[in-house]
DNA sequence: ACAAAAGTGTTTTGTCTACACCCATGT
DNA sequence: ACATGGGTGTAGACAAAACACTTTTGT
């Protein structure tokens, strides 16, 4: 027979999808792109797109990310995107996710820093970030029906959003993927409030400064000040080589 | 048209893959089937296979994990089957990882307690239990051809075995999952051992007890106790609700 | 002068480590 | 008696939380 045997398997189609996150005005927020067509038409869902027949997962998830946010696509070896982090997230694949037919889509996660207007692109009719508490709530309330902000997400989307918000939360305790939501320079005051945006707690300003320049490899001083968060000048750093840390920032018990 | 234009996407297959750890004899083993068909024919390969047009990706998983190894399959909703953990790992869809066609591979994480001999099923012509490090070591050494303990693992499976050990590595520190490689009523003596093997590093008995039974919800005790492992009888326990350990054990640096 | 944000010092409190020591069984 | 593993007590090292205090800017 021939190299294999197609009866052998059923056919299934294979998309990425992506959960972009950032930090805006001090509150978590999610890229969202409105559905042009059915299932769905109208409502917001996360972007994405099918695997082509000749690229990898990650590679499609970076095709996707540079086609909805005009982020320049990079080596998809290297995890940096202009500065944004991509990781796999976890993959989808139950029966009836998508009326049309069988999917299984390979949801990616995206750390960026606080973007420039998203770019509608490709078959998105328009994009926008929104806030995560927002459209977590959506998923349980009631709402009117052709509000512009309103309804819950497509598909299954809810569930993938919820779950890549959890792995940014887990993830900024022990690894330094926080200065992911910074900008190339940016001050502890800065970083302190991604922590606190993300986690949705306060943090102590002193004690949070003697932790994160006391980590070796966490920061490294990029060598200027600035004062554009107001008050005293504060140093500018950049994110250090370190990419696990040890000890953990500690996640306030609420 | 007709619900959708299947010409828009290329079709994938979509398999599971198992990576199925357990401690025995003091050390960390994974499961692995002989592949009866080229490619890799004769080679050791993670047990898996394709899924089916009507399940899920953790009932496929469940599925495959019953027809590899006996274990019963039970409801994937709850990642408990016969005390083995499941949970999914990772996708691995590089467009060459296997030679034959497009495939994308779920693979999925099983953590058992040490079980009798593995039952060979379906189409792999042998199941057994290998050491990890032996099965990692494989695959920058020289081997002989023939020899039916060695030769590295077929398609990407070194990597995903890999990827594999090193989630239950990180897991066990903050979760209560390493009860998950004990049978059903264990000792804090062996609970010990798999920290050790899983981690390979030597902990102290008695830090490691007061730090386990001090973890509120970790452990209950189970009323008996046993002197199989020797010495004075030490009480037996079972896994606490607890699945989130804070705070997390430490793995010493080295 | 005052508000605002950056940074430092100090005390208290808790946890990890290392190790001395005792307990209860099998041989 | 002794080896083996189970379990408790305790002192020192170390890190985190809480908070008083100083520094340096903009208005």
């Not at 990425?16 to 769905?40: I, K, N, S």
């Not at 940014?168 to 409030?193: D, H, M, N």
């Not at 994160?212 to 750093?237: D, I």
């Not at 250090?240 to 018990?253: S, W």
């Amino acid at each position: 027979m021939s190299p294999y045997d197609p009866s052998a398997f059923p056919p299934f189609a294979v998309t990425v999808d992506l959960v972009v996150l950032t930090v805006r005005r001090h509150e978590l927020c999610a890229l969202v792109v409105r559905r042009g067509e059915a299932p769905f038409q109208g409502r917001w869902a996360l972007p994405g797109g099918f695997v082509r027949a000749d690229e990898d997962l990650a590679g499609a998830a970076a095709r996707e990310l540079a086609e909805e946010t005009g982020l320049c696509a990079h080596d998809p070896a290297t995890p940096e995107l202009g500065g944004a982090h991509l990781e796999q997230l976890a993959t989808y694949g139950a029966p009836d996710r998508d009326p049309r037919m069988r999917v299984v889509s390979v949801a990616h996660l995206v750390l960026a820093p606080d973007l420039p207007a998203p770019r509608a692109g490709g078959d998105a009719h328009g994009a926008r970030w929104a806030s995560v508490k927002d459209l977590l709530a959506r998923e349980t309330e009631s709402f009117q029906e052709g509000d512009e902000q309103s309804g819950p997400l497509a598909f299954d989307h809810a569930r993938i959003l919820a779950d890549g918000v959890e792995r940014a939360r887990s993830k900024i305790e022990y690894s330094s993927l926080a200065t992911a939501f910074c900008t190339p320079e940016f001050t502890v005051g800065e970083l302190r409030r991604v922590y606190e945006a993300v986690w949705g707690v306060a943090l102590d300003p002193r004690n949070f400064h003697r932790k994160v320049t006391g980590t070796p490899g966490f920061l490294v001083p990029a060598g200027g000040t600035t004062t554009r968060q107001g008050g005293r000048p504060a140093q500018l750093f950049r994110a250090g080589g370190a990419t696990l840390l040890n000890p953990p920032m500690l996640r306030p018990e609420i």
